[in-house]
């Protein structure tokens, strides 16, 4: 027999390895050659529904008791004070009782959604009267902090309550006065 050579390169079973048919093998991608993150995933949108009526509302009832009181102040030329625009303090306080005569009590509080705001509005606007009254001329306090306790009450319990109906009087009895 005779002695087997080595098996030279070309032969099949060789011992070296045979070039790679692509080229080298490719290099992972590294940290700083990725794809860029994705972007973080937007907040979740909240209804700005409920918002958007109760900003209106507010602004509804603020306008409603200026206006209230700009109606029920009268539209004399000098408001009785010499100047023009200017009201007195007892201007503002039977602007305050007029727009407290206008207050249906029973529908102060509304009952169900859609009912009229307009006893609230007179009511804001009574109290806003008695609080301008009540600013210029320390006689008109006791009117204002009669209005003003019943609103607290009724802001506070959302209820028209027997002590709120009393301070109501109060300030009904101190208009008669007026």
Known sequence: ?????????????????????????PVPPGPSYGPPAPAPPDPPRRDKGPLIVAALAGLLIGAGAVGGVWAVAGDEADGGSGRAGSPTAKDDARAACEALAGVDESALIPKKSG???????????A????????????????????????????????????????HLKTARGICDKL
Request: glycine residues 6%; charged residues 20%; proline residues 16%.
């Open 1 to 25: 027999m005779q002695p087997q050579s080595p098996p030279s390169p070309e032969q099949p079973g060789s011992n070296s390895v045979p070039p790679e048919p692509f080229g080298p093998p």
């Open 115 to 125: 009912d009229s705001q307009a006893p609230m509005l007179r009511f804001s606007a």
């Open 127 to 166: 109290y806003a009267s008695s609080g301008a009254a009540a600013d210029r001329d320390r006689a008109h306090q006791p009117l204002h902090d009669a209005i003003r306790k019943a609103q607290a009450i009724i802001a506070g319990r959302f209820a028209l309550d027997d002590e709120a109906k009393g």
